[in-house]
Every structure is written in C-alpha cells, then in structure tokens.
C-alpha cells in the first residue's frame, strides 16, 4: 500500500496546484484586467477633457475678439460688455456639459 499512498499524495499535491493556480487566475481576471480597462478608461476621459477645455477657451477667445474689434456697439463705457457676454456663454456651455453627465459603470460587462 505504500504506492498507493504517494499516488495519493501526487494528486493531492496536483490538486492543491491547480486550486492555487484558479484561485490567482480569478483574482488576476477580477482585480487587475478591470484595473487595466479603468486606467484606459480614464486616460481617454482625461486626455478628451483637457482637449476639449483647450478648443473651449479658444473658441471663447475667438468670440470675445469679434465682439471687441467687428463691434462698435461696446465701445467706452460699454467695453466691458464683450467680457460679460463671453462669460455668461462659457456659464451656459459648462452648465450644459454637467446636465449631460452621466453616471456609469466602469466594468464593460455590465452594458453588454
């Protein structure tokens, strides 16, 4: 009996590998692959929003220099207007990206 015995102990000890072996499989596939697709996730938001904040102050430049140099309207005591109007757009183009947020989940299974 002593063969059988270590043929036991062999497939107890291939047994306890293979538990080992799942067990890191499934806390690689549950912990560090979502890890990587939020990370993606983000680096595309961030780099979209910073993008998207560059073409905005742009734009508000450009409409700010039209109002002041294509314009007689806001000249001398009125040449503070172009300021207002610009800021009131930028108030308006912010408060209309924050009501489009929304809130979602990072894990990709969940919209499938």
Same mark, same amino acid.
């Given at each position: 009996m002593p063969d059988?015995?270590?043929?036991t102990? /062999?497939?107890? @000890?291939?047994?306890?590998?293979?538990?080992?072996? !799942?067990v890191k499989a499934y806390a690689r596939q549950e912990?560090?692959?979502p890890l990587?697709?939020?990370? /993606?996730?983000? @680096?595309?938001?961030v780099a979209g929003a910073v993008? !998207?904040?560059i073409g905005m102050i742009f734009l508000l430049l450009a409409v700010l220099r039209v109002l002041q140099t294509?314009?007689?309207?806001f000249d001398g005591?009125?040449?503070f207007v172009p300021y207002l109007i610009v800021f009131?757009?930028?108030?308006?183009?912010?408060?209309?990206a924050v009501s489009r947020v929304q809130r979602g989940s990072l894990d990709r299974r969940s919209h499938m």
């Open positions: 059988g015995s270590i043929t102990r /062999r497939d107890q @000890g291939a047994q306890i590998n293979e538990a080992v072996e !799942l912990t560090i692959e990587k697709n939020t990370g /993606r996730f983000l @680096g595309f938001g993008l !998207l904040g294509e314009t007689d309207a005591t009125w040449s009131v757009v930028a108030v308006a183009i912010v408060a209309l």
